[in-house]
């Protein structure tokens, strides 16, 4: 849902109820389907004639198909589909865009950038980005909404907002060694191949910090590394 501000009031692009209804919903009870089908697994494996009699099977069978054995493991289940719909959360970003700043949200932590530092705003994949005076990221941050709804909402406040990354031919397929950039620059994104190919984002995302500090501004595609320099002003 959008909300476009007047007379002073911000933007604002997050979910609606139904998302978040969706999630309360649709996990848990996929819980509780897994816990069913759990309890019905072992009486299924004893009733196939191909398989030999197992003890331990057909005692697990006996236990779950009491009542309350299957109401414990469909609960089990329940509580992990609720656990689930919070990892989810993880990936709920609310975006408020008003006259004097942008405040970026996910999973309560928040992120406000000052108007006078952001020159250019764009969406790349499912990345919204934030680009400042000498086209350095400010942010880029992961978020499942819409192109059109965050165009609306920066338009309404009267952000510089493009359809794409004005700098997409300055990046170069990063190779190790590579002339045009330091040591510390070549040690990051070496440890950041690194990371990238293990997938772990946590890394990833503090490696592409250590680089903005450098003025490297980088872009994946799946594992490999492109790389350009911020140091030009904005035009």
């Known amino acids: 849902m959008t909300y476009s501000g007047t007379d002073g009031r911000p933007s604002v692009v997050r979910h609606g109820a139904s998302m978040h209804v969706f999630l309360w919903t649709a996990f848990p009870l996929l819980g509780a389907a897994v816990g069913w089908l759990l309890t019905r697994l072992p009486g299924w494996i004893t009733s196939i004639p191909a398989i030999p009699p197992m003890e331990k099977i057909e005692f697990l069978a006996r236990l779950l198909d009491s009542p309350v054995a299957m109401a414990v493991v469909i609960a089990v289940g329940v509580i992990a589909g609720g656990f689930i719909t919070l990892l989810a959360y993880d990936d709920v970003v609310t975006v408020e865009i008003g006259p004097a700043t942008v405040t970026i949200t996910r999973s309560s932590k928040a992120k406000t950038f000052a108007r006078e530092l952001i020159h250019t705003?764009?969406?790349?994949?499912?990345?919204?980005?934030?680009?400042?005076?000498?086209?350095?990221?400010?942010?880029?941050?992961?978020?499942?909404?819409?192109?059109?709804?965050?165009?609306?909402?920066?338009?309404?406040?009267?952000?510089?907002?493009?359809?794409?990354?004005?700098?997409?031919?300055?990046?170069?397929?990063?190779?190790?060694?590579?002339?045009?950039?330091?040591?510390?620059?070549?040690?990051?994104?070496?440890?950041?191949?690194?990371?990238?190919?293990?997938?772990?984002?946590?890394?990833?995302?503090?490696?592409?910090?250590?680089?903005?500090?450098?003025?490297?501004?980088?872009?994946?595609?799946?594992?490999?590394?492109?790389?350009?320099?911020?140091?030009?002003?904005?035009?």
């Open 121 to 235: 705003v764009y969406v790349e994949g499912k990345h919204l980005v934030l680009l400042g005076a000498r086209t350095e990221e400010l942010a880029r941050e992961k978020t499942d909404h819409a192109p059109g709804r965050l165009r609306a909402a920066f338009h309404e406040q009267g952000y510089p907002w493009l359809d794409h990354d004005p700098h997409q031919d300055d990046f170069l397929r990063w190779v190790d060694g590579m002339p045009g950039l330091d040591d510390h620059a070549q040690a990051f994104l070496r440890a950041r191949q690194t990371a990238l190919k293990a997938g772990d984002s946590a890394d990833v995302a503090e490696l592409r910090t250590e680089l903005a500090k450098l003025g490297i501004v980088v872009r994946d595609v799946e594992s490999r590394q492109y790389w350009r320099s911020a140091i030009k002003p904005a035009e």
